[in-house]
């Protein structure tokens, strides 16, 4: 069993920037897809980026140019870095992991438990 473990949320002025980690435990994760949603209050959950295994990226058009995904293989990791926050970046932010990739979170399998992040204006 796989479990996701996620931390570096928290509160920051509009233009600021914060870095989310998430840690992995139960197995090796390199051949999965390693990734993070959001979900704001009242909406549904949202993709924000993933990384494969070999290191290519993507992001939702919301939030490219702004955030960067990496991973360490050998840590079991994956990172965040959000620059230039937004307050319409202010959600809880969901660690995932999955052998699949897909932009719907119905296609992940693991997930931790989120980390909120505030942006203020």
């Known amino acids: 069993q796989v479990q996701l473990i996620e931390s570096g949320g928290g509160l920051v002025q509009a233009g600021g920037s914060l870095r989310l980690s998430c840690a992995a435990s139960?197995?090796?994760?390199?051949?999965?897809?390693m990734g993070w949603f959001r979900q704001a209050p009242g909406q549904e959950r949202e993709f924000v980026s993933a990384?494969?295994?070999?290191?290519?990226?993507t992001y939702a058009d919301s939030v490219k140019d702004r955030f960067t995904i990496s991973r360490d293989n050998t840590k079991n990791t994956v990172s965040l870095q959000m620059n230039s926050l937004k307050p319409e970046d202010t959600a809880v932010y969901y660690c995932?992991?999955?052998?699949?990739?897909?932009?719907?979170?119905?296609?992940?399998?693991?997930w931790g438990q989120g980390t909120q992040v505030t942006v203020s204006s």
């Open positions: 990384v494969f295994w070999g290191g290519a990226s």
């Open positions: 139960g197995r090796t994760l390199s051949s999965y897809v």
């Open positions: 995932v992991a999955d052998h699949a990739f897909s932009r719907a979170a119905k296609t992940y399998d693991y």
